[in-house]
């Protein structure tokens, strides 16, 4: 049973830092592709950022070239997006998700992903 969760949201002022964290389950990383997207309320999921599974390309959204990193860690099974310099804009729920594909689609529509997590709240706030 494919299974993912994210951890590592929370408050935090402008300018600081995060490490979200997506945890698989029921598979490995390496098979598949995972992708971060975030949801403000009232607004599309839309995506963040993708790692594909066998050659562990990277790609980003636009808006967060040179702010986010995102790494694996096979070991761990884990995918991380760390987040510097975030803005007020940032806040949202962010999910990780697969759609079962070694080579990310960047960017997809939400509705190309299969399996989501949770999703994790991150507040940027003063």
């Known amino acids: 049973q494919v299974q993912l969760v994210e951890s590592g949201g929370g408050l935090v002022q402008p300018g600081g830092s995060l490490r979200l964290s997506c945890t698989a389950s029921?598979?490995?990383?390496?098979?598949?592709?995972i992708g971060w997207f975030r949801q403000a309320p009232g607004k599309e999921r839309e995506g963040v950022s993708c790692?594909?599974?066998?050659?562990?390309?990277?790609y980003y959204a636009d808006s967060n070239q040179g702010r986010i990193t995102i790494s694996r860690d096979s070991s761990k099974n884990t995918v991380y997006l760390q987040m510097n310099n975030l803005e007020h804009a940032d806040t949202a729920t962010y999910y990780c998700?697969?759609?079962?594909?070694?080579?990310?689609?960047?960017?997809?529509?939400?509705?190309?992903?299969?399996?989501w997590g949770q999703g994790t709240q991150v507040t940027v706030s003063s």
């Open positions: 790692i594909s599974s066998l050659d562990l390309s990277t």
């Open positions: 998700g697969t759609d079962l594909e070694e080579l990310c689609r960047f960017p997809a529509p939400s509705y190309a992903y299969d399996y």
């Open positions: 029921g598979f490995t990383l390496t098979d598949y592709a």
